[in-house]
């Protein structure tokens, strides 16, 4: 008697391997909505960095490459300040790093390469966050998918990292590697753009939530009526719609 003897084949789906170039940067293009094993060495400086990403991160994973103490934050918002523009960056660590999103990221340890490396979602969407200021002055936060240089674009000088100092950067320099991002800015009067760093869930600006002269409810933090407009308030945080909000 002879045993028919049956060999499985097994088929393994093996994930394209992806080494993301955060220099020059890499056409991801073909990539889009494709499943990869990704591979990417980003330079970090203590202090400020920017980043935008093709793929997400969750916050374990920004712990474990860039430490417990980094901090990750959003442009929520921007204001005037006399001729200045004030950008509004919120925490947003515990969201975790979407795709194809700008981020200002504040990194504690030394100088140095981190490697990132993990299987994921690859996306191709534009890494473009506008706000106006209510004087009508556009502000454009952008990653950069490849080495890019501008006339008029600011960003953060590493030797001043150790706050977020945006600068203009002229054409003739270096201008912005792959997964860094900047700043355009479309304004006639404004001088300087300053940042302001917002917790988690507190809102800066009030005309993001109420339109000028409309009439609200305005609460102090421990659930007492303050006022019912917006206009004049002390400085102080406030709680209009349910949402906290800074006034300065």
């Not at 890494?127 to 952008?142: H, I, L």
């Not at 800066?204 to 933090?221: D, L, P």
């Amino acid at each position: 008697m002879i045993a028919a003897l049956t060999v499985a084949t097994l088929t393994v789906n093996a994930q394209q391997k992806l080494y993301l170039s955060t220099f020059n940067g890499t056409n991801v293009e073909k990539y889009d909505g494709q499943t990869c094993n990704v591979v990417a060495n980003r330079y970090v400086f203590n202090g400020w960095n920017t980043v935008a990403l093709p793929f997400l991160m969750t916050t374990d994973e920004l712990n474990t490459i860039f430490g417990n103490d980094c901090r990750l934050e959003r442009l929520v918002g921007v204001e005037n300040d006399g001729n200045d523009i004030v950008l509004n960056f919120q925490d947003c660590k515990a969201e975790g790093l979407q795709a194809n999103t700008p981020y200002l990221l504040y990194y504690t340890g030394d100088n140095g390469t981190k490697k990132i490396e993990k299987e994921t979602l690859i996306s191709n969407e534009p890494s473009t966050v506008t706000f106006k200021t209510n004087r009508g002055e556009t502000v454009t936060m952008a990653g950069a998918q490849t080495q890019t240089k501008g006339i008029g674009f600011y960003g953060i000088p590493a030797k001043d990292n150790a706050e977020v100092n945006f600068r203009k950067i002229d054409e003739s320099l270096n201008g912005f590697l792959a997964t860094r991002c900047y700043i355009q800015l479309n304004s006639s009067t404004a001088t300087t753009l300053k940042a302001r760093h917002l917790a988690a869930g507190e809102i800066s600006g009030i005309q993001t939530i109420v339109k000028t002269g409309e009439k609200v409810e305005v609460y102090n933090t421990n659930g007492v009526k303050v006022a019912n407009s917006t206009q004049n308030l002390q400085p102080g945080i406030y709680v209009v719609r349910g949402q906290k909000v800074l006034v300065k």
